[in-house]
């Protein structure tokens, strides 16, 4: 059965997993995914808690490394995150709020130790129809993650 077919998984234990509008295969391959994620977000999207602090991706191998950029947006707070988008728990529905749109994705993350741990990533976008561009392409780079762990790229 393909991934996108599922729609949710009830584990032994009881406890439910739900996939929300998977997305269909991509023909885009994971390079192309990529560049299509780093063009959206260094142009579109913001720190949840400030409209002036952008958002600066890059990848480091399969991971998307977010730093948030001062006010003035030439240079990064310390620290970025290391995001792991192969372990998405959850896609949230975009919220709008104004003329804002906020991204909300449960998403794993390599914490100081290099664990992965899982987070709540928000990311602003100022232009609503940007929003979900970016949450479809992210949406199939978790795809092409999940098919290539399971070995079928």
Same mark, same amino acid.
């Given at each position: 059965?393909?991934?996108?077919?599922?729609?949710?998984?009830?584990f032994k234990n009881g406890e439910?997993?739900?996939?929300?509008?998977?997305?269909?295969?991509?023909?885009?391959?994971?390079?192309?995914?990529?560049?299509?994620?780093?063009?959206?977000?260094?142009?579109?999207?913001?720190?949840?808690?400030?409209?002036?602090?952008?958002?600066?991706?890059?990848? $480091? +191998?399969?991971?998307?490394? /977010?730093? #948030?950029?001062?006010?003035?947006?030439? @240079?990064?707070?310390?620290?970025?995150?290391?995001?792991?988008?192969?372990?998405?728990?959850?896609?949230?529905?975009?919220?709008?709020?104004?003329?804002?749109?906020?991204?909300?994705?449960?998403?794993?993350?390599?914490?100081?130790?290099?664990?992965?741990?899982?987070?709540?990533?928000?990311?602003?976008?100022?232009?609503?129809?940007?929003? $979900? +561009?970016?949450?479809?392409? /992210?949406? #199939?780079?978790?795809?092409?993650?999940? @098919?290539?762990?399971?070995?079928?790229?």
């Open positions: 059965m393909a991934r996108f077919e599922i729609k949710e998984i009830v439910v997993e739900v996939f929300r509008n998977a997305p269909l295969p991509s023909t885009l391959s994971t390079a192309e995914v990529k560049e299509i994620i780093l063009e959206k977000i260094n142009n579109y999207a913001f720190d949840a808690k400030s409209a002036s602090r952008a958002y600066s991706a890059s990848f $480091e +191998e399969d991971y998307l490394k /977010l730093w #948030i950029m001062r006010s003035r947006g030439d @240079e990064p707070y310390p620290n970025p995150v290391l995001f792991d988008f192969s372990r998405v728990y959850d896609f949230q529905d975009i919220s709008y709020q104004a003329n804002e749109a906020y991204i909300n994705v449960f998403v794993g993350f390599i914490d100081k130790k290099g664990k992965v741990d899982k987070e709540k990533l928000v990311i602003r976008v100022l232009e609503k129809e940007k929003a $979900e +561009e970016i949450v479809t392409i /992210l949406k #199939i780079y978790n795809r092409l993650l999940a @098919e290539k762990n399971i070995g079928l790229d």
